[in-house]
């Protein structure tokens, strides 16, 4: 029995965790740090009519979105989506969640996802990155001063594991009871709408069981990981970082305590229970070896954490800016065009413009985005789509790492063939 529930912990733990830059609890921060004084007045502004009550049931939208793009790598997911909303247009799939919402809680949860895109893309380049090669001093002889997820994931998913230590121990998320009480929800309907239009596949036929995905990933996001994050703080809490007050700190700080008063986090706020200790038992007798190595938390030291506070501050400042932008009256009266949102195509593991052979894990998901495609040849493509495919392969000289397999090259020049000839749809 014991084996089972340790072998159960293992596989929960590990899911959800691939590449990110912040936790779910750090991108619930982000949606917490500019709720009030972001995204309720661009509700506000595009619904004028909207109830106390509806801005309350957008809030749990916003929390549904700020971790979508990991949907696919929960229990029942298929990585397959979420690679793609990494490394391949991943800007035009936020930009599209947001020109497609219709509704208040489709908005807050295309804001959601923007703010995971913000998160990651700051995330990755301004904390987690340098942080590994700090931790990790082998890996720092090897790659440099920065080190991203796909050349060690092992240590960045340890290394991020212990920036969310660091904050539950002190205070610095959200309350689990709170969370619950918001709620966590997905619009699928909006999310289908935007992952045709940017990438021409059918929501459905990629998360094949939607309702069984959407619940794991809630099952995920809202119960299971944020347990094994609380129970590695009882075995933690003693030896985090002293914190560096500085004006970075200070202003995080203060903000953390304004969304705190406003949310009234503190009524919420409980002490761990005997399930908690219980989970960390088993945490603690876990051999830390091969996939449960993941557990072993990497703790920050006052430099890395220092290195998180300012990208969360940095990341914070983003997103204002891109609701301020969404709240001009040209943009509100460009409602479901173009002219609403463009945000560029960045992979979310170094925050960098995507680039033909710029990053393996780019290169490998738009080989397999590009096979998927050439197998519907009687379907439609979005023509935003095939322009982009067509831009990643035209440079023949491009350092595209699918070039190092010859078969596997062979078939990306012949279904170029296949995508040149498929009908189009244009995109609004």
């Known amino acids: ?13 590990c899911a959800g965790r691939r590449g990110n830059a912040y936790s779910v609890q750090t991108h619930e921060q982000l949606v917490d740090l500019t709720w009030k004084s972001s995204i309720v007045p661009l509700l506000r502004a595009r619904y004028p009519n909207i109830t106390d009550a509806q801005i309350a049931e957008a809030h749990g939208y916003a929390y549904g979105g700020c971790a979508i793009q990991d949907i696919g790598y929960y229990p029942f997911g298929n990585s397959l989506f979420s690679d793609l909303t990494h490394y391949v247009r991943a800007g035009d799939f936020v930009a599209s969640l947001l020109r497609n919402a219709r509704t208040p809680d489709e908005l ?15 995330g990755h380049s301004m904390a987690t990155n340098p942080a590994v090669a700090v931790e990790f001093p082998k890996l720092r002889e090897r790659y440099g001063a920065s080190v991203n997820y796909e050349q060690n994931p092992h240590a960045h998913v340890r290394t991020e594991f212990g920036f969310d230590i660091n904050e539950i121990a002190k205070h610095r998320f959200a309350p689990l009871k709170y969370l619950d009480h918001v709620g966590l929800k997905v619009s699928t309907d909006l999310l289908g709408r935007a992952f045709y239009e940017t990438y021409g596949l059918e929501l459905k036929k990629v998360l094949k069981v939607q309702r069984r995905t959407v619940a794991g990933y809630t099952f995920g996001v809202r119960r299971f990981l944020p347990r094994i994050a609380y129970a590695e703080t009882l075995l933690h809490k003693k030896s985090m970082p002293p ?3 500085d004006a970075e700190f200070l202003r995080l700080q203060a903000e953390l305590k304004q969304a705190s008063v406003d949310n009234g986090w503190e009524q919420w ?16 007798i876990v051999p830390k070896v091969g ?3 993941m557990l072993a938390v990497k703790e920050p030291d006052s430099d890395t954490e220092q290195l998180y506070v300012r990208s969360v501050n940095r990341s914070t400042d983003r997103l204002r ?19 609403q949102t463009e945000i560029p195509n960045r992979d979310l593991d170094t925050g960098q413009i995507v680039a033909p052979g710029g990053y393996r894990l780019t290169d490998e998901t ?13 379907h439609t493509v979005p023509s935003g789509l095939r322009e982009d495919m067509l831009a990643f392969y035209a440079n023949p000289d491009a350092p595209i790492a699918t070039k190092k397999h010859a078969k596997q090259w062979a078939r990306v020049q012949a279904e170029l063939v296949v995508l040149r000839a498929m009908p189009v749809v244009a995109e609004p």
Do not use: W
């Open 366 to 378: 738009y080989c397999r985005l590009l096979d998927t495609i050439a197998k519907n040849q009687g």
């Open 321 to 339: 800016g891109a609701i301020a932008r969404l709240q001009q009256p040209e943009v509100l009266r460009s409602v479901g065009t173009t002219r």
């Open 108 to 122: 807050a949860f295309a804001i959601g996802a923007l703010s995971h895109y913000i998160g990651d893309t700051e």
């Open 1 to 13: 029995m014991r084996r089972r529930i340790a072998v159960c912990l293992l596989l929960f733990a």
């Open 243 to 245: 914190d560096v007050e």
């Open 269 to 284: 706020r409980h002490t761990a229970g005997f399930g908690t200790h219980l989970l960390a038992g088993f945490i603690y």
């Open 291 to 293: 996939v449960a190595s």
